[in-house]
T-cell receptor
Framework: DQQVKQNSPSLSVQEGRISILNCDYT??????FLWYKKYPAEGPTFLIS?????DKNEDGRFTVFLNKSAKHLSLHIVPSQPGDSAVYFC???????????FGTGTSLTVIP | KAGVTQTPRYLIKTRGQQVTLSCSPI?????VSWYQQTPGQGLQFLFE???????NKGNFPGRFSGRQFSNSRSEMNVSTLELGDSALYLC??????????????FGPGTRLTVT
């Protein structure tokens, strides 16, 4: 049972434009969310987080939006750069330690 | 600060054997979590250790076990290996301070191949 879903396996965006990666979850107990970037043969790299008390968190070119009523979060990358090409995972956790549920990832390609 | 380290990076084992993987967390991090990544499955949570105690456990059979030492280093053991255990095993560490941020920082992973 996949509690965190990333329904778009891949996304292509022109350099300089906005990349929007989406994530849906089913468990209303989730209250902390993370986004990771992963290159081949490397472990995931932490990008940005958001807790359920907020609906937006921004860090440089990366912004995460949380819509609790829709159980939906999104990651916006503006402007997109070729170095952003990677697989992006979203993850969610309830307030029960560090058990995170991950989506299956979205492969982002930024075209120069 | 040094990142999360995992050894070995690559392993080839035969079905029926057992294997032990090691993880050294970021200095000061007390929580260590283990994940299995297989193609198309994303990352599946195995278990989390905090202060030498298993705090959370995912939905994996008892062949998968782990432990944490007093210096927060952790080991994961898989007994009676099956072909389906071939995967990338990732370790992540976290400060895990009550009420604080819960970001996990991952190591490079151990690629296990079972033949």
């Amino acid at each position: 049972d996949q509690q965190v879903k990333q329904n778009s396996p891949s996304l292509s965006v022109q350099e300089g434009r906005i990349s929007i990666l989406n994530c849906d979850y089913t468990n209303s107990m989730f209250d902390y969310f993370l986004w990771y970037k992963k290159y081949p043969a490397e472990g995931p790299t932490f990008l940005i987080s958001i807790s359920s008390i907020k609906d937006k968190n921004e860090d440089g070119r990366f912004t995460v939006f949380l819509n609790k009523s829709a159980k939906h979060l999104s990651l916006h990358i503006v402007p997109s750069q070729p170095g952003d090409s990677a697989v992006y995972f979203c993850a969610a956790s309830a307030n029960t330690g560090n058990q995170f549920y991950f989506g299956t990832g979205t492969s982002l390609t930024v075209i120069p | 600060k040094a990142g999360v380290t995992q050894t070995p990076r690559y392993l080839i084992k035969t079905r029926g054997q057992q294997v032990t993987l090691s993880c050294s967390p970021i200095s000061g991090h007390r929580s260590v979590s283990w994940y299995q990544q297989t193609p198309g499955q994303g990352l599946q949570f195995l278990f989390e250790y905090f202060s030498e105690t298993q705090r959370n456990k995912g939905n994996f059979p008892g062949r998968f076990s782990g432990r944490q030492f007093s210096n927060s280093r952790s080991e994961m053991n898989v007994s009676t290996l099956e072909l389906g255990d071939s995967a990338l095993y990732l370790c992540a560490s976290s400060l895990s301070v009550a009420g604080g941020a819960k970001e996990q920082y991952f190591g490079p992973g151990t690629r296990l191949t079972v033949t």
